[in-house]
């Protein structure tokens, strides 16, 4: 009878059936086939924590995944079993207080006896992770919040409460299959194998935890009292009182302030109410955040501590990005925040969302520097994910900026010191289409101060909301295990006692910077807007017929295709037409009918905001624009010379744009740009020379178009070497040179109508000189002099073969008129 109607299958099934009326899932992986299971082997799932409903979800989705369910049995040649699955964790029958753990599972002793007696015998576990109250996307709530995931071991009323109040929003995670074979491979004691095996699933568990709600930190205060009591701190404190001759508890009360001041206070409660008010923003003023390759984040996340870091472009960047990292069911990264934004109530939400603050100069504050390194060290050495921005500050031109060693230094010094968990790097491109700071990055790049950050000016931005700002894009590059990475640099380096002065480390910090700055450049998003500017802004007057302009965007389509940046950028699938039409609703162009053709135009005011969107894509087709420059501009060279000449500007062009390819791997390259110009028909290859197309032919203005891309870093190249020539050298210190570069572009701008706002600022010259003295062009001396050879007249010699003569005319003469007087140390 009992074969005829399974009592206990229908009350499963019914109690399965009441649970979903108020149960909603998301279910990762997606697709079952993502699993990666062996259809010639049994399944057995593993459950963490012992409660019915969980049982209940995990069988309900095997079912509609279409996967072995979890209540049938488990039958093999030589095991068999009333059921697939086991509880990791077991409870006392009855008990409503938190669940202790007892023993292990009678399933999994079992299904280890099997394995150890029969060496045929595998069967493939699969953790199971269920989340209540994990699904981000949804509507939340403070009470909400009270009851969502946390470290503590639940009791069955709480757990009831849970799927009352979260039942909508649950997270269920399928994980890859373990062999239990390969697991107990060697090992024949019974015993030892079922703690071995227990072990390796509740380090399993706990890291799939830690991926959704963070690590297991005690309460901000026990933080704290730790992080005043490591012995670096500890140090410092006395350090602090002795060479200012206050009391030791002055001291002391000195350092707990800056703890105050520096460390997050992370609530859920707050980044959930935070998400869904960023949610609402998003939907206002965006029509769209396209999010690619999250998947490489979430490969690498269980068991890695991750240091997120994006390029930054605007005050958006943080919050977005840790959006999408939440909205995903991964915990919000602590992100590193300049002191500036610690404004009132702002400054409290920001914390509360994770964010730490650093002031931005902490020179001469050798107790506010020992606080936050060890702070820093602390959160890493936890395996609590950090974001911060290696540029410093947010980029006025569009460009990647010359990367600061600050914070990612503390980052490597910490890691080499404890190496208490892998930790990876995860570039991250964001590219806005339409940027909300626009105007104030214009004014600034034009020569007023920095507005500073208020809460007055936050309220202000309020208006912002009803305005349009097109799509964000967000790609997520491949991580940098920065193990592997000091391995390629300094192989003994595990070996040897830590020593924050030691030279290689100083060099593996500069490294990692140059790498992660280049690393972001290549998972580059080229939007609609990104075509575009690069197109129209080398048009003269920033006017095209519509024709010819959907013309030059299908060369740069061609050329992005055939770069060999094509397989780790996101292209635009627009075709020109729609890309121009979708740029026209934005607002960012005007188009003109005329009875010969319609014209597309941008007045002043568009043509500085998009010269930002161009620079967001500038090294993508830096060597395919230097090429055509050069063929342009001398109609006739060549392979030999045009490839001379390309070498002799590439070192401070690579540095500039952070460029990925060795002096040997250029030539290769070049070929294969030239390939692409030919292809397209932009320049005709005969035997050994490199020719422009005839001055009649539609080719030609296009050809030359595309070398105006390159121009103005070219010009801000030749601006700063033509300064310091007619300067002499041990004449100017860096600082002076930087503000002169700066001042002159400005003045050349006004004077000459030369280049857009950008074209003037003061980090780009600065990146400028600080790539000619590691390339050795320049020399500080211990006066703080420049100092050069006729090395610097050879590198403006080859400018001829790539600027116009009124061009190099223009700059050369305001360099000449300058005549700086010579500078003190």
Known sequence: MSRLFDFT?????????????????????????????????????????HHLSNLLVLDHECRQLGLPPALEPLREESFAASRSYFFLSRTVRGS????????????????????????????????????????????????????????????????????????????????????????????????RAVRKLGRVLRVHFRRQREMAIGPDLSHRRTQLRTLLNMPSVRAAIDAEAQTKSIPLVAAQRSAREFALEIASDYTYSVVRAFALFLAWVWNKVYNGVEVHNFERVTAVAPGHGII???????????????????????????????????????????????????????????????????????????????????EGGRSRSGRMLAPKAGILAMTVQSFVRSRARPLVFVPVYIGYEKLMEGKSHLAELNGRPKKTESLAGLIGAVRLL??????????????????EFLDGRHPGWRDEEFDIQAPWLRHAVDATAIRLAGDINAVAVVNPVNLVAVTLLSTPKHAADLCLLRRQIEHVRFLLRESPWASSIVHCTMAADEAIDYVLGLDMILRHSHPLGDMVRADEEQAALLAYFRNNMLHLLALPALLACLVSHNQSL????????????????????????????????????????????????EDDFLRAPSPNSEASPELRQLGEIIRPTLERQFLTLALLQHCGSGRLTRARLEEDTHLLAQRLAMLYEFNPAEFSEKLLFANVIRNLIDGDLLEVDDAGLLRFDERITQAVAQTELLLAAEVRHSIDLIARSATPAPASP
Not at 466 to 483: T, W
Request: glycine share 6%.
């Open 308 to 390: 997120y870091v994006p390029c930054h472009r605007s005050h958006v960047d943080y919050l977005l990005l840790s959006y999408i990292i939440f909205t995903r069911g991964l915990m919000v990264p602590h992100i590193a925040a300049g002191a500036n934004l610690n404004l009132p109530l702002v400054g409290s939400i920001l914390r509360r969302s994770g964010a730490f603050f650093l002031r931005r100069k902490i020179k001469g504050e050798p107790l506010y520097a020992a606080v936050f390194l060890e702070y820093l060290h602390l959160m890493i050495d936890r395996g609590f994910p950090i974001e911060y921005f290696i």
């Open 638 to 685: 060549t392979r030999q010379r045009a490839k001379q000449a390309i070498r002799g500007i590439y070192g401070l062009l690579r540095a500039d744009l952070f460029l990925p390819w060795q002096g040997d791997e250029l030539d290769a390259v070049i070929d294969r740009a030239e390939a692409s110009l030919s292809q397209r028909g932009l320049i005709l290859a």
């Open 96 to 191: 409503i207080a938190p669940n202790p753990r007892i023993g292990h599972s009678a399933m999994l002793k079992a299904l280890v006896r099997a394995a150890v007696a029969d060496p045929r015998f595998d069967v493939q576990l699969v953790p199971v992770t269920i989340l209540w109250g994990r699904e981000p996307r949804k509507q939340d709530s403070i009470l909400k919040a009270l009851f969502a995931e946390t470290w503590q071991q639940v009791s069955t009323l709480r757990h009831l409460f849970a799927m009352l109040i979260h039942g909508r929003h649950t997270v269920v995670r399928f994980n890859a299959p373990i062999s239990l074979r390969e697991l107990l491979a060697g090992n024949g004691d019974e015993s």
């Open 466 to 483: 009803r305005r349009n700002f097109g799509k964000v894009h967000v790609n997520f590059g491949q991580p940098l295990a920065l193990a």
């Open 9 to 49: 299958g229908w009350a499963l099934n019914l109690m399965r059936r009441i649970l979903y009326l108020g149960t909603r899932t998301r279910v990762f992986p997606e697709s079952p086939d993502a699993l990666g299971l062996h259809a010639d082997r049994a399944v057995c799932y593993v459950l963490h924590e």
